[in-house]
T-cell receptor, first 109, second 116 residues
Framework: GQNIDQPTEMTATEGAIVQINCTYQ??????LFWYQQHAGEAPTFLSY????GLEEKGRFSSFLSRSKGYSYLLLKELQMKDSASYLC??????????FGQGTELSVKP | GAVVSQHPSRVICKSGTSVKIECRSL??????MFWYRQFPKQSLMLMAT?????????EQGVEKDKFLINHASLTLSTLTVTSAHPEDSSFYIC????????????FGPGTRLTVL
């Protein structure tokens, strides 16, 4: 089966670093995605990890450990515009992208 | 990244009517398109997967006769909500991939459906 868990909400301060964790239990798992979604808008692609390790893209980094069924999204130098929902999603062997419940991040001044 | 469009962006209809939502991949051919539904403050729930020229496969609990999906070409998929009711009010989002299962999935801007 497939089960993707992430915290419901987090709060952080502008300029700080925040780590959003995601754990999953899924059979035939084939890569993990992170998307950002602002309220009322479609999700936008942030990162895709298929191999273990850390991938860095500017202020955003994503990490995957397949043996532990664990991933995290790291956001550095937080800006107010980073306030959004962050969706962790796994693609199964059937090619379907299934999401966790999303983490609502609030960045405070 | 690739562009996926949806039309309309917002629709309000009366209970009992049918609503069609179009999803288009603008700069690539989408072998597979997905339809998601999102209720307020909840995550995206996959409704169905459609492949060009074949019948859509629906997730458990999604009524195929109520949510009709047609993937007529490699750039167009449509979702028709038949006999809509207020509980069908939601944010409907389509997404598309161009190739294999490792391809990035691009999302459309979504359609806000309100059924009165």
């Amino acid at each position: 089966g497939q089960n993707i868990d992430q915290p419901t909400e987090m709060t952080a301060t502008e300029g700080a670093i925040v780590q959003i964790n995601c754990t999953y239990q899924t059979s035939g798992f084939n890569g993990l995605f992170w998307y950002q979604q602002h309220a009322g808008e479609a999700p936008t692609f942030l990162s895709y990890n298929v191999l273990d390790g850390l991938e860095e893209k500017g202020r955003f980094s994503s990490f995957l450990s397949r043996s532990k069924g664990y991933s995290y999204l790291l956001l550095k130098e937080l800006q107010m515009k980073d306030s959004a929902s962050y969706l962790c999603g796994g693609r199964n062997q059937g090619g379907k992208l299934i999401f966790g419940q999303g983490t609502e991040l609030s960045v405070k001044p | 990244g690739a562009v996926v469009s949806q039309h309309p962006s917002r629709v309000i209809c009366k209970s009992g009517t049918s609503v069609k939502i179009e999803c288009r991949s603008l700069d690539f051919q989408a072998t597979t398109m997905f339809w998601y539904r999102q209720f307020p403050k909840q995550s995206l729930m996959l409704m169905a997967t459609s492949n060009e020229g074949s019948k859509a496969t629906y997730e458990q609990g999604v009524e195929k006769d109520k949510f009709l999906i047609n993937h007529a070409s490699l750039t167009l998929s449509t979702l028709t909500v038949t006999s809509a009711h207020p509980e069908d009010s939601s944010f409907y989002i389509c997404s598309a991939i161009s190739g294999g299962t490792t391809d990035t999935q691009y999302f459309g801007p979504g359609t806000r459906l309100t059924v009165l």
